[in-house]
């Protein structure tokens, strides 16, 4: 079955700097790669979700890169604030077949 | 939509003792996901569901666990007899099949087994 690799599992950024989480999957068959955001207590929300006919996809400050050869894909954070401190997870499905697998989670920190 | 409702948002039980989690997915979804987190294995697949149906229970850590869904709308993920390291936080989720195939999760239930 599928596994997703997660790193950093723990990130403390500058507030204005960048942030990059990187995920690695293994099944060439995964085709969705959608980006969770869990708040402290909360549930996990999307934020972002990219699609294997895609190579890169872009939402405000946050954009998400895919590799379909080397099976990576990368959420990129620009201009971070405080609120972007959450943990954040990827994950990998074959879209409309499979449930999504998820990484182990970045933990976000974004110092002012 | 309220989204999915998940119940109760906490319960602490003492070892040995039944718990029952209840999860309402959104109308109209045709999958249901019951996922458990923790520190150390972060979120974990236990069971999913296709128009009521079990699909894949692979993820059911062990026969303790049990999950039904007797209809669209109503979900639960049982455990008999619970144990310390059955505390966690359960997630359901349900989403709708097709080319979005995002996961909306529920609050969660945070169980603490002492």
């Known amino acids: 079955g599928e596994n997703v690799e997660q790193h950093p599992s723990t990130l403390s950024v500058q507030e204005g700097d960048s942030a990059v989480i990187k995920c690695t999957y293994s099944d060439s068959a995964s085709n969705y790669f959608p980006w969770y955001k869990q708040e402290l207590g909360k549930r996990p929300q999307l934020i972002i979700d990219?699609?294997?006919?895609?190579g890169e996809k872009k939402d405000q400050r946050i954009a998400v890169t895919l590799n379909k050869t080397a099976k990576h894909f990368s959420l990129h954070i620009t201009e971070t604030q405080p609120e972007d401190s959450a943990v954040y997870f990827c994950a990998a499905s074959i879209q409309g077949n499979t449930p999504l697998v998820f990484g182990k989670g970045t933990r976000l920190s974004v110092i002012a | 939509d309220a989204g999915v409702i998940q119940s109760p948002r906490h319960e602490v039980t003492e070892m040995g003792q039944e718990v029952t989690l209840r999860c309402k997915p959104i109308?109209?979804?045709?999958?249901l996901f019951w996922y458990r987190q923790t520190m150390m294995r972060g979120l974990e697949l236990l069971i999913y569901f296709n128009n009521n149906v079990p699909i894949d229970d692979s993820g059911m850590p062990e026969d303790r666990f049990s999950a039904k869904m007797p209809n669209a709308s109503f979900s639960t993920l049982k455990i008999q007899p619970s144990e310390p390291r059955d505390s966690a936080v359960y997630f359901c989720?349900?989403?709708?099949?097709?080319?979005?195939?995002?996961?909306?999760f529920g609050q969660g239930t945070r169980l603490t087994v002492v």
């Open positions: 109308s109209g979804h045709d999958y």
């Open positions: 990219i699609r294997s006919n895609v």
């Open positions: 989720a349900s989403s709708r099949p097709g080319m979005n195939t995002e996961a909306f």
